[in-house]
């Protein structure tokens, strides 16, 4: 006799019409989208050159031919934050892919061995997780220098243990389960248990956190630019443009309305 058993399973249609029904969701993704087709449009076309120093037109207010206005080098604001976002987004994206790649597995591990294993894997994550995130990207860029290559890898090491405990904690809640349990008799190692039931029903909890690790991403990027750690000049950064703007406030308040609102 053969027994069929139907697992019950979110395919990743479900999971976007889940998540598409959630109004903050489809607020935070409109929003999301128009940053990065200004980002993506910045890599063919800006209205001037970010690099290219204009002195006789520094700190002019907004107008048709600068909507953004420009700096006190006479660089358009404009361009500079369509760039700064192209490099922000980068960055997070790529933390957060270090972040997902190396917590995801960490944590389904985890959950998957449980014991000693488990325990172990989360004692380690508590004790990353004990330093501020912020301030250790801070330590690790002053360390090894600045640049977008060390923030990227500062803030993407302080991603992973929030992965780690989100894939863990999802994961647990899973294993219990009768669908679980019918694999397992069904010969199923954890590992296909893992990559087949495990994670497709976790999914939505990661793109949850992954949402926000990006969000988070873009202002630790801008916190450490903001302080000299991150994107180095010339290359324009929201968080640097921000710091050139605070001692000009009074006469160009627009050099910091603008980076601040994006």
Request: glycine residues 10%; aromatic residues 10%; proline residues 5%.
């Amino acid at each position: 006799m053969t027994l069929h058993i139907d697992i019950p399973e979110e395919t990743f249609g479900s999971i976007l019409g889940k998540a598409f029904r959630n109004t903050a969701f489809v607020a935070g993704f409109v929003i999301t989208l128009m940053i990065l087709a200004m980002a993506v449009v910045s890599y063919a076309w800006t209205p001037y050159d970010v690099t290219k120093l204009v002195i006789s037109y520094k700190t002019q207010a907004p107008s048709l031919a600068h909507w953004f206005g420009t700096d006190h080098f006479g660089r358009d604001i404009l361009s500079m934050v369509m760039v700064g976002a192209r490099n922000s987004i980068a960055v997070a994206l790529v933390a957060v892919g270090i972040g997902m790649g190396v917590g995801v597995p960490l944590g389904a591990f985890a959950a998957a061995r449980g014991g000693l294993v488990d325990e172990a894997l989360m004692r380690l994550n508590d004790l990353v997780f004990a330093f501020p995130a912020l301030l250790s990207a801070i330590m690790i860029t002053a360390i090894f220098g600045p640049g977008a290559i060390n923030a990227i890898i500062a803030i993407g090491i302080f991603n992973i243990p929030v992965f780690a405990r989100v894939a863990r904690a999802g994961a647990l809640a899973i294993w219990p389960r009768e669908f679980i349990l019918a694999a397992r008799a069904a010969g199923k190692s954890s590992a296909q248990i893992t990559i087949e039931h495990v994670l497709p029903n976790i999914a939505t909890l990661l793109l949850v956190q992954g949402t926000i690790q990006f969000a988070l991403g873009i202002l630790a990027e801008a916190g450490l630019s903001y302080l000299g750690l991150g994107t180095q000049p010339p290359m324009p950064s929201w968080g640097r443009m921000l710091f050139d703007a605070q001692t000009r406030m009074v006469v160009a308040p627009w050099m910091a309305i603008f980076p601040g609102m994006a």
